[in-house]
């Protein structure tokens, strides 16, 4: 075995390589982004809304599951702590300008993300989901019984008031832009963490956590970071939904919920950062969409086949197997 | 009238036995839980469900052919773990050589599709089932009143949690059951027929958790909707309580539908919270649980 490799060579192809892929996201998140800007002229500016918030929650979720491999069965607590804590404080204090109110319920999220990470964490795998699960119904259970929530009826006529005590956000595209801007910048705050050394670190936890510990990670602190992240993002999530729907229900408390997010994550792919979006999409149209039709009832039943069948034969996801397909015919 | 911490003793004796059944429905669901986590190494979402399951069948069956109490009592069981071999030989074992997470999702896309369905067929408001004359009335205590159906409940649950206990721990199917929890491979290679065990492992787990839905027919509602919420406060219990041992499982569930009907009476707002409080508490101080064995 005389031959030897130009290794600059090769290093330098590889580079060239990344740079090509590089250029082409670009384009790619290019138009998405101009495709989301244009999107409220074509479509109903309310209902991009409510995609972008269960879209924001799903890349929330992602952080935590698809990247960290830690799966949480709680999250719907976030999303209703932020929802309720934005709704109460805008409508009880008028002076209040909507982006401080969504502020304060992102960070009574990221508090209560804390408490849950570092209970959570002292147990692995399996009791991981069932103690958040369980964490999680405590939540419900507060609020049910509060009387700050409206219980069963909920919270309603949240006023959706001025951004920064300028911009009129009961006018949809005011409001559709806002949306928007602060899903992009959560969009590029995951990428960033993703794709950064602490990223790396979360994904070898994800791959092999002893090994992770071998190497003198301390994975717990790791761990929570990434959980109170999650919760924060999935909080903040829920505050602009309750602003957007001037709405906030025990819904976004309930186990249900729970399981919806980890399906969005699913069905567009765990571990990608385009995924959760395109799985977030995919089940509120189904769930739209359904809910108008003749199947109207079967919503529940179908969400649940469709659970199975991404289980059983989907389980990349559909940009997972979008990648996957890339890599085999052009790769 | 007696009375202790400010409660009449006939309330706080009733509250205490309420408490009890509920830890008997605890003990059970959550004794299949871990039977069922012993082999195949997951949880089984689709749990209450199954319990769910065991109640409708039992109440439809007696509408719609006249079986009655203690036919279904064995009949209920038979089927849903009938049910649940199928599952596991059709659905869960595709998956069993991928991360246990996605057999846990898959039992929770179960439970979504089985409720969702016999909640547009029944409706989520309660089915009536009468109990079986023999249980009618009770027998006066002299401090309370302990209706003979309750009493029932509390026997055959304990008696079949013995049984279970006895049958996993004692015989040698159990041996098979506790080996193949340690070393599957192994196992096969001494020639017992792992995947039949496996089939048959999350049938027994899952006719455990009808058989609880049997006995909750005539005392509890029984709709669609019944089974998840109970299933979360077994999972608080699981964690309470570790699912390391057999025996632990039964203890911690019946101590905790105890623990419930006592915040009842003295506390009642937080009844319904108290069992996840107390998995708060066990996180922060015991965190591999009361009889747990893992780190």
Same mark, same amino acid.
Request: proline residues 3%.
């Given at each position: ?13 590889? #580079? ?25 002229? =074509? #479509? ?18 992602? %952080? ?9 069965? *709680? @999250? ?6 932020? *929802? ?6 805008? &409508? ?10 969504? $502020?304060?319920? &992102?960070?009574?999220?990221? %508090? ?25 119904? %405590? ?16 919270? @309603?006529?949240?006023?959706?008031? @001025? ?11 005011? $409001?559709?832009?806002?949306? #928007? ?12 963490? =993703? ?6 670190? %979360? ?50 408390? @309930? ?5 919806? =997010?980890?399906?969005? &994550? ?5 571990? &990608? ?25 079967? =919503? ?32 | ?22 830890? +008997?429905?605890? +003990? ?21 469900? !199954? ?9 439809? !069956? ?34 069993? /050589? ?45 401090? !309370? ?38 070393? +599957?491979?192994?196992?096969? /290679? ?35 909707? !019944? ?67 893992? +780190?």
């Amino acid at each position: 075995m005389s031959q030897s490799f130009d290794s600059t060579a090769i290093h330098q192809a590889i #580079l060239e390589q990344q740079k090509a892929d590089g250029r082409k996201k670009m384009l790619l998140n290019a138009v998405l982004v101009l495709l989301l800007v244009a999107a409220p002229f =074509v #479509l109903y500016p309310v209902f991009l809304m409510k995609i972008l918030c269960f879209a924001l929650f799903a890349v929330a979720f992602n %952080l935590l599951f698809g990247f960290t491999g830690l799966l949480s069965f *709680g @999250h719907a607590a976030f999303l209703a702590t932020g *929802g309720y804590t934005t709704g109460y404080l805008l &409508t009880n204090l008028s002076w209040l300008s909507t982006e401080l109110g969504i $502020m304060a319920g &992102t960070g009574v999220a990221t %508090l209560l993300g804390l408490a849950f990470a570092l209970l959570s964490i002292r147990r692995q795998g399996i009791y991981f989901a069932m103690v958040t699960l369980a964490l999680a119904q %405590l939540v419900f259970f507060f609020f049910v019984q509060s009387e700050f929530t409206g219980g069963e009826d909920g919270m @309603h006529g949240i006023p959706r008031g @001025h951004l920064l005590g300028m911009i009129d956000l009961s006018n949809n595209f005011n $409001m559709y832009y806002f949306v #928007l801007a602060v899903f992009l910048g959560c969009y590029l705050l995951v990428q960033r963490i =993703v794709s950064s050394p602490y990223g790396q670190v %979360l994904k070898s936890i994800k791959q092999n956590e002893p090994r992770a510990v071998s190497l003198g990670y301390n994975v717990n602190r790791y761990k929570v970071l990434a959980f109170v992240i999650s919760a924060a993002l999935a909080g903040l999530a829920g505050s602009m939904k309750s602003v957007v729907f001037q709405l906030a229900s025990l819904n976004d408390a @309930h186990w249900h919920m729970s399981g919806e =997010v980890i399906l969005m &994550t699913l069905v567009g792919g765990m571990g &990608t950062l385009l995924g959760p979006v395109v799985g977030a999409t995919f089940v509120v149209n189904v769930e739209y969409h359904l809910s108008q039709g003749a199947l109207r009832d079967w =919503v529940d039943p179908i969400l649940g086949g469709i659970f199975i069948l991404v289980v059983l034969a989907f389980r990349s996801g559909f940009v997972g197997e979008l990648q996957k397909f890339f890599k085999k015919n052009l790769g | 009238m007696s009375m202790i911490f400010g409660v009449p003793l006939a309330v706080l004796s009733g509250q205490l036995l309420i408490g009890v059944i509920n830890g +008997a429905f605890y +003990a059970l669901l959550s004794l299949g839980l871990a039977v069922i986590f012993g082999l195949l190494k997951i949880i089984n979402f689709a749990h209450g469900a !199954m319990y769910m399951l065991g109640a409708m069948v039992t109440v439809i !069956m007696f509408d719609v052919m006249g079986v009655n109490y203690w036919v279904a009592l064995f009949m209920a069981p038979l089927l849903v773990g009938a049910v649940g071999v199928l599952i596991e030989y059709f659905l869960l074992r595709r998956i069993a /050589g991928q991360d246990h997470i996605y057999s846990l999702l898959l039992t929770f896309g179960i439970a979504l599709l089985m409720q969702g369905v016999l909640t547009n067929i029944y409706g989520v408001s309660g089915m009536r089932y009468s109990m079986p004359d023999l249980f009618k009335g009770g027998i006066n205590l002299g401090f !309370m009143f302990l209706p003979y159906y309750r009493a029932w409940v509390i026997g055959i649950a304990l008696v079949v949690c013995f049984g279970t206990w006895f049958m996993i721990e004692k015989t040698k199917l159990g041996a098979y059951l506790r080996a193949g929890t340690e070393d +599957a491979q192994l196992m096969q /290679g001494f020639g017992i027929n792992v995947p039949l065990l496996i089939s048959l492992t999350y049938g027994f787990g899952v006719a455990l958790a009808a058989f609880a839905g049997v006995l909750a027919a005539p005392i509890y509602s029984v709709t669609p909707v !019944m089974g998840s919420h109970i299933l979360i406060t077994v999972f608080a219990v699981v964690v309470i309580g570790g699912m390391g041992s057999i025996g632990g499982a039964i203890i911690t569930g019946i101590l905790m539908g105890v623990v419930e009907g006592l915040t009842k009476t003295f506390y009642p707002p937080a009844s319904s919270a108290v069992i996840f409080l107390v998995m708060v508490v066990v996180l922060m101080f015991r965190p591999a649980g009361l009889f747990g064995k893992e +780190a």
